[in-house]
């Protein structure tokens, strides 16, 4: 079943990218290489600010969504497992990165395996129902009514899933081969209403920054957008990466990127400059926050690596 699931997102992963290549092909680069050129460095400081507050909104999330499974972590440790999850999740194939915040869980703060992968899956469920209302937002206003209906029902099982992940976690247990039963212990999440609330706000406003440099970059540039939109744009582009087994979701989010922004105004050759800048940072980012919070804690990618078996 895993094995087919990887066939089918690497095969997906060489259609975006073949599609992606002719699309780039077709474009004026000299005019995205001007673009670039010509881009006021304050856009470029300020869009750093930005994401740098996206990563520090994501970090106190985590802090969160670890209180709400009854374990307390300080920020430091909170910080270096998140930002060197998310290093490995963008840099690595396959986007190991998930298990490997679960691991550093169990190796650097006691949490056990099931509890911690209980954690990241509570996270991702928040990231995409937020991700997947900006998308029904931007279908709602730009594309046909059948994708509009599809988002929706998309938004609605994902809800529903999330229901029903809070209510049978433990049942996942009766589906663990049995060498990786003993990782298994019964999870809690028991802390309540204003907790979920606090992780629902600071997921909201994570994505809101996430959205406001790509919003600014184009402004910069001469393009008014909604803001909204943009938002749309993130949410589609980025839940696209899920179908992909590449780096960084190689192909399919930048796809996505540069099919839609020219549905809200924003020419090809533009939404390609965009996208250059703000995948650059998307991806520095994390790498050198981690490289911070490691050199804060006293430890390095070695250790990491071996705290996690390999």
Do not use: C
Not at 143 to 158: D, W
Not at 175 to 194: C, D, H, L, N, Q
């Amino acid at each position: 079943m895993l094995k087919g699931t990887r066939l089918y997102q690497l095969l997906v992963s060489v259609v975006f990218l073949a599609v992606l290549g002719y699309l780039l092909s077709s474009l004026k680069l000299g005019l995205v290489y001007r673009e670039l050129l010509a881009l006021d460095r304050v856009y470029l400081l300020l869009g750093a600010l930005i994401l740098f507050a996206a990563a520090l909104l994501k970090i106190y999330r985590f802090q969160i969504v670890v209180r709400i499974y009854g374990f307390e972590i300080p920020f430091l440790e909170a910080a270096l497992v998140q930002m060197v999850g998310i290093s490995f999740a963008t840099l690595t194939p396959g986007r190991v990165g998930e298990g490997s915040k679960a691991i550093l869980l169990n190796k650097r703060a006691d949490v056990p395996i099931s509890s911690a992968l209980g954690m990241i899956i509570f996270e991702r469920f928040f990231d995409m129902i937020l991700l997947a209302t900006g998308a029904f937002l931007f279908s709602l206003s730009v594309l046909q009514r059948e994708f509009t209906a599809a988002i929706g029902l998309f938004l609605a099982a994902i809800i529903v899933l999330f229901v029903l992940f809070l209510r049978h976690f433990n049942s996942i247990k009766r589906f663990v081969p049995k060498r990786y039963v003993e990782y298994f212990t019964p999870v809690s999440a028991s802390g309540g209403i204003a907790l979920s609330l606090l992780t629902l706000f600071f997921t909201a406003a994570t994505w809101l920054f996430e959205a406001l440099f790509p919003w600014l970059l184009a402004r910069s540039m001469g393009v008014n957008v909604s803001f909204i939109l943009m938002f749309g744009v993130i949410g589609i582009s980025t839940i696209a990466v899920v179908f992909s087994v590449l780096p960084a979701g190689l192909g399919t989010m930048d796809l996505s990127f540069l099919v839609l922004l020219p549905k809200i105004g924003v020419a090809t050759e533009t939404a390609l400059s965009i996208l250059l800048i703000y995948r650059f940072f998307g991806i520095v980012m994390p790498f050198v926050l981690s490289l911070a919070f490691l050199n804060i804690n006293k430890t390095s990618f070695k250790e990491i690596r071996s705290d996690m078996g390999g």
